[in-house]
């Protein structure tokens, strides 16, 4: 069952498997015309910000807490608010994130229980 204690952080391959969702995220991102916006709020260089989610949905799906080892606290809606995220900058995040999702190979199950669970970030991040 997904969302028990490690259960999705080890669906998911633990930090490795993390770590290539989120690189494959910040690629997708930077190549998909609908994300230029959300795109354009970011260094030139993703390396920082595929660090920064990775360690942050590994805490998120159970596993150890890096962000804020790493960088201390966060609320991602709070920090979000400087930018006017509206519907269609929510949805070129979510699209984003649902091609990195289809590329791992993780059971379907896991996978639509994971794209459920992103809307839900996305969705408290939306300013507008």
Same mark, same amino acid.
């Given at each position: 069952m997904f969302g028990a204690q490690d259960s999705s952080y080890q669906a998911a391959g633990a930090e490795p498997g993390i770590r290539a969702l989120c690189a494959? @995220? *910040?690629?997708?991102m930077?190549?998909?015309?609908?994300?230029?916006? &959300? %795109?354009s709020w970011h260094k030139d260089d993703l390396d920082d910000m595929a660090d920064r989610l990775a360690s942050f949905?590994?805490?998120w799906l159970?596993? !150890? %807490?890096?962000?804020? +080892?790493?960088f201390g606290p966060i609320s991602i809606p709070?920090?979000? +608010?400087?930018?006017? &995220?509206?519907?269609a900058?929510?949805?070129a995040w979510i699209h984003c994130m649902d091609l990195a999702i289809e590329?791992?190979?993780?059971?379907?199950?896991?996978? %639509? *229980?994971?794209?459920? +669970? @992103? %809307? &839900? !970030?996305?969705?408290?991040c939306r300013s507008r």
């Open positions: 494959a @995220f *910040y690629h997708h930077d190549r998909e015309a609908q994300a230029s916006t &959300i %795109r949905v590994c805490g159970g596993g !150890p %807490r890096l962000y804020s +080892q790493k709070s920090y979000h +608010q400087q930018f006017d &995220i509206g519907e900058e929510r949805d590329e791992q190979n993780w059971d379907a199950d896991f996978k %639509r *229980y994971l794209k459920a +669970q @992103f %809307r &839900i !970030p996305a969705e408290r």
